[in-house]
């Protein structure tokens, strides 16, 4: 079966550019998770949606940042106005069993 | 009370040699204890967890110790080999509240 996909595998953007990051969480998967990770750094959890429930954001680090996931499936990380300091490597992860994430390969971004 | 620590930072083993690395909780409430693996350029990837119910879990050359009363956890590795050289991170949760991650300890394991 598919793991977790996530879209684009890498990319580019201008300073002051929106951009859009997208996860296919496992089919079935009821939460859905997204991490930001700096060059060599640990995981930052940037917000967390379970079910039906409103989604807990209390990670993310400013307004420019939002996410949504349409129909319980697929999510989208929407960065606004980008800033050199959003260069990251954003990761998706998607479980069944709380606790058990299976993380996708991530969107590796870079503001220039 | 939700942070999970992490050590060491980084860690060189031979290979054949056992690799230890550690965490400690304070939140008495966790309930669920995962370690991930991570390759350069790879999302993380569960190895092993373990429930405060058990003192330690075997799969392969990998082994979980749990410590309840001292809320400590750690992963050995055992005859550690270089394709194990990644980044570790152990994690918490309590019920169906989201993992809270250690910040990750880097292995080299050399030839």
């Known amino acids: 079966g598919a793991g977790v996909s996530q879209s684009p595998s890498n990319k580019v953007t201008e300073k002051g550019k929106d951009v859009e990051l997208r996860c296919d969480p496992i089919s079935g998967h009821t939460a859905l998770y997204w991490y930001r990770q700096s060059l060599g750094q640990g995981l930052e959890f940037l917000i967390y949606?379970?079910?039906?429930?409103?989604?807990?954001k209390s990670g993310l680090p400013s307004d420019r940042f939002s996410a949504e996931r349409t129909g319980g499936s697929v999510s989208t990380l929407t960065i606004q106005r980008t800033q050199q300091e959003d260069s990251a490597v954003y990761l998706c992860?998607?479980?069944?069993?709380?606790?058990?994430?299976?993380f996708g390969p991530g969107t590796r971004l870079t503001v220039t | 009370q939700q942070q999970v620590k992490q050590s060491p930072q980084s860690l060189i083993v031979q290979k054949g040699g056992i690799s230890i690395i550690n965490c400690a909780y304070e939140?008495?409430?966790?309930?669920?204890f995962p370690w991930y693996q991570q390759f350069p350029g790879k999302g993380p990837a569960l190895l092993i967890a373990i429930r405060p119910d058990v003192s330690e879990k075997k799969e392969g050359r990998f082994t979980i110790s749990f410590n309840k009363s001292a809320k400590q956890f750690s992963l050995h590795i055992m005859d550690s080999q270089p394709g194990d050289s990644a980044t570790y991170f152990c994690a918490a949760k309590k019920g169906f509240q989201k993992l809270v991650f250690g910040t990750g300890t880097r292995l080299l394991v050399s030839p």
């Open positions: 992860a998607s479980s069944l069993v709380p606790g058990e994430q299976y």
């Open positions: 939140n008495t409430a966790f309930d669920y």
């Open positions: 949606f379970q079910g039906n429930s409103a989604p807990d």
